[in-house]
């Protein structure tokens, strides 16, 4: 089997040379900029958030992947994740499928429930209904797929009688759903037959394995498509591995100990975070051999079709940004190939 390999970012502001935070704006930009390198040096994939908080840019990843389309060429494109439980299916599809068909069948959509909270009273949807939320809208979401007219009924939205949605794409949509390690959350992606996604941010890989499992039993018991496995991790890359932690630290000590304040966790520390960084953590950062031997492991443990690192997290620059980037495509992706095959 082919791997496939991508990149994520939730567009995290970023800080200049001087320090100073970047407007939203800016970040934007600047991600069109790391997806137009991505796209020269052979990534597969790429994912944008969407978050409705300070931190994060980017509330509209469909309009920054078009955006990205037509300054790309190759590079598969989506999300990471859409937050299908405060958003309308139809409109899901529809701007899904006018992306795929801007970048000539090159879209693709991540749905998910989301970890973050703010879009639910945004959009005036109750908390409560967290879970039927999602649950009912995926349900019609992969009516929709089928890209035939539709009948539905639920209690989350208004029922559709024969409804047709255009446009049509020309090869269907890749649709993959986000989960962070809920045996209930994969056997209902199983139930669908969609992609299961695993979001490993805390731990090692091994620790998700029983889910992987799960996911192919699962698959066989519905008797729906089984697809392969993908895993989202942070990381980022530099020449060496000192130098790729110490332009990391700060970004990721920022992000755990903002969310940490809402959330009640313990304030992030060094040692925690070379603990992440080791073989036992979900962090993929260090020097291209380092980051591709962790990679390769991951891959082969979990027995997985695609591994997208999420380069961008906290305040890290731009140009560290994209030299990851770069030394992604062009050093850890052959070498994580290379070792793969000798495996084999």
Excluded at 54 to 66: G, I, R
């Amino acid at each position: 089997m082919s791997i496939e390999f991508g990149l994520d970012t939730f567009g995290d502001i970023t800080r200049d040379a001087d320090g100073e935070l970047l407007t939203g704006a800016q970040t934007i930009r600047n991600i069109v900029a790391q997806a137009e390198l991505a796209d020269t040096v052979g990534v597969n994939f790429f994912g944008v958030g969407e978050h409705h908080r300070t931190e994060f840019a980017v509330s509209a990843p469909e309009m920054v992947l078009a955006a990205i389309a037509a300054r790309t060429e190759h590079i598969r494109l989506g999300t990471a994740v859409t937050v299908l439980s405060s958003d309308d299916p139809v409109r899901v599809f529809e701007r899904f499928s006018t992306l795929d068909a801007l970048s000539n069948g090159r879209a693709e959509v991540v749905l998910g429930r989301g970890s973050f909270i703010e879009s639910f009273p945004l959009f005036g949807y109750d908390l409560r209904d967290y879970d039927a939320l999602f649950e009912q809208k995926l349900e019609l979401f992969v009516e929709l797929l089928k890209e035939g007219p539709v009948t539905w009924s639920g209690t989350m939205r208004a029922s559709l009688e024969n409804a047709n949605v255009f446009p049509k794409t020309e090869n269907g949509l890749r649709t993959w759903v986000g989960v962070g390690g809920s045996p209930e959350s994969v056997v209902r992606v199983a139930r669908h037959g969609l992609g299961l996604m695993l979001a490993i941010i805390g731990g090692p890989a091994h620790r998700f394995k029983p889910f992987v499992d799960l996911y192919h039993r699962s698959v066989a018991s519905f008797g729906t498509t089984s697809h392969p496995i993908s895993v989202h991790s942070p990381g980022h890359i530099a020449e060496t591995d000192a130098e790729a932690w110490d332009a990391a630290y700060s970004g990721f000590e920022a992000m755990n100990n903002t969310i940490g304040r809402e959330r009640g966790w313990p304030a992030y520390s060094r040692a925690r975070f070379q603990n992440d960084v080791g073989p036992e953590g979900a962090i993929y950062a260090g020097s291209p051999d380092r980051v591709a031997a962790k990679i390769a492991d991951t891959i082969t443990t979990l027995g997985l079709g695609r591994f997208d690192l999420k380069y961008a997290t906290g305040t890290l620059s731009h140009e560290s940004m994209m030299r990851s980037i770069e030394l992604y495509g062009t050093e850890v992706i052959p070498r994580v190939r290379r070792i793969l095959a000798e495996r084999d």
